[in-house]
């Protein structure tokens, strides 16, 4: 995608609902309990309905793992609508969902934009399925309120399927880091500079 047409973007289409989303995928599994997944309601709706009928609230040890494999698919789910860090177009859909504008022409530009958004996750996976356009919160005190105040809006920091987008969007919402977010960022600057050195590989003779 040339500069010039950067500022025009808008986001990607969402991929039609089929039984190869992850959550779909996750909540297939338990058809044979006579569970149906709603997609019309929210995946931790959903999620706490499974558990309900289910009749696992009881057994804390399978709630547990069931739990691993949820957080699993919410990060899949995510890769799935707006992939990882792989390429330009990726990075620019992101932007235009949570209303970045103008959307930048380089990857660099994107990550240190969308770094600076406090959106929550799980808001942003919603906002995909409903249409709505997802809440950008002016701090991110202000983002750790709404996400502890509310059950269920909080994504989980932890996942072996996270990729480079969704880890410029997490935050510390329970332990926050008081220093300086962006310069105290060893892990951030690692990524940022193993793919400078990607790029000058990939554009060497």
């Known amino acids: 995608m040339s500069s010039s047409l950067a500022g025009d973007l808008t ?33 931790h709706n959903n999620f706490a309905r499974l558990r309900r ?18 957080n699993d698919a919410l990060v899949q789910q995510f890769n799935f609508l707006f992939g990882t860090d792989s390429d330009l177009g990726a ?16 990857i660099d530009d994107c990550t240190r934009l969308v770094w600076d958004a406090n959106v929550n996750i799980v ?13 950008k919160f002016a701090t991110l005190d202000e983002l750790r309120v709404y996400t502890r105040k509310n059950k269920g809006k ?3 920091k932890e996942s072996a399927y996270t990729g ?37 590989a990939q554009s060497s003779p």
């Open 164 to 200: 480079g987008l969704l880890k410029e969007l997490l935050r510390e919402i329970i332990n926050p880091y008081l220093g300086n977010r962006r310069n105290g960022s060893a892990k951030r600057k690692g990524r940022r500079a193993r793919r400078r050195a990607a790029a000058a």
């Open 154 to 156: 909080m994504f989980p």
């Open 91 to 106: 990075w620019q859909n992101l932007c235009g969902v949570i209303d970045i504008t103008p959307v930048p022409d380089t």
């Open 53 to 70: 009928t289910s009749g696992w609230n009881s057994d804390p040890a399978t709630i547990a793992s069931l739990r691993v494999d949820f």
């Open 123 to 135: 808001d942003l996976l919603e906002s995909m399925r409903t249409g709505e356009p997802v809440h």
């Open 11 to 43: 986001p990607s289409p969402i991929p039609s609902p089929t039984m190869t989303a992850p959550l779909e995928d996750f909540f297939a599994q338990f058809a044979t309990l006579g569970f149906a997944y709603n997609q019309n309601s929210t995946a």
